[in-house]
């Protein structure tokens, strides 16, 4: 469905920003 879909994606996203911040910082 779209709406599965759509949360698979910000799933996805806040994985990628997470993963960012975390190498950011030491």
């Known amino acids: ?3 599965d879909y759509r949360f698979k994606w ?3 996203e806040v994985n ?3 993963f960012r911040g975390r190498s ?3």
């Open 24 to 26: 950011d910082k030491p």
């Open 1 to 3: 469905s779209k709406s």
């Open 10 to 12: 910000i799933k996805i």
């Open 16 to 18: 990628q920003m997470a």
